[in-house]
């Protein structure tokens, strides 16, 4: 059986999305399906369930922040890579807060393109330069607005000091490898870490991590 990442690309160019099927399937990743609007993009990630979707925001029926939240609702959830034309920040946002582990600008390399579906595939959050800060300040502004009613961080499972570290530099930004490289560990057992934590706070995706570690404050350098 084969290992390779199954990737879904949904855009309503043709050209564009037969170009980007092509560079990742040479690349040595899976194409299990292409949609050119929202409303395959949905039938189809749900019949093949890919491990990533590399979605275009701009889509003829529905917004593309829409099929991911469809996708997102499944189970098992893809991790979705957004690539768009645009780099407004209002779209990055809404990207985010729909689900999506990343986003990159169309004007990325196709280098840039193939290292953003890898490291998304291993659950690293992937921005274009300039737009990782973004994201995390909006994470930064959301945890500083009151709990819903009815949360109480008094009952949230108790996390190992362990996983506590890695949540800490998952805030950071930091990706696997250098959390790993930083704590002498395998990348493989920080995944892990960050798996059993999602479970435990019950959490979908790394974006959600980050998200809640901030608002926990574990993204402030700790005190000597």
């Known amino acids: 059986m084969s290992n390779a990442i199954r990737v879904m690309v949904v855009d309503d160019h043709p050209m564009w999305r037969e170009a980007v099927a092509r560079d990742l399937a040479d690349a040595g990743f899976e194409i299990v399906a292409t949609a050119g609007d ?30 991911c939240r469809q996708l997102m609702a499944g189970e098992p959830a893809p991790r979705v890579l957004v690539l768009s034309a645009s780099g407004e920040h209002g779209d990055v946002l809404e990207a985010v807060k729909s689900g999506a582990t990343g986003y990159l600008v169309k004007s990325a390399s196709r280098e840039e393109l193939i290292d953003a579906v890898r490291r998304t595939a291993a659950g690293d959050a992937v921005f274009t330069p300039g737009l990782a800060g973004l994201v995390l300040g909006e994470f930064r502004r959301l945890a500083a607005e009151p709990a819903p009613a009815g949360q109480d961080r008094a009952n949230t499972p108790k996390l190992t000091d362990r996983e506590t570290e890695v949540l800490r530099l998952v805030a950071k930004g930091l990706p696997y ?11 493989r057992t920080v995944q892990n870490h960050v798996q059993n934590t999602l479970g435990k706070l019950q959490l979908h995706n790394r974006v959600e991590l980050v998200r809640y570690a901030i608002a926990a404050g574990l993204d402030e350098e700790e005190q000597a």
């Open 177 to 187: 490898k250098a959390i790993a490289d930083r704590l002498v560990l395998s990348p």
């Open 38 to 67: 929202a409303r395959e993009a949905v039938q189809r990630g749900r019949a093949v369930q890919p491990g990533v979707v590399v979605l275009d925001l701009n889509l003829p029926d529905k917004p593309g922040v829409e099929v």
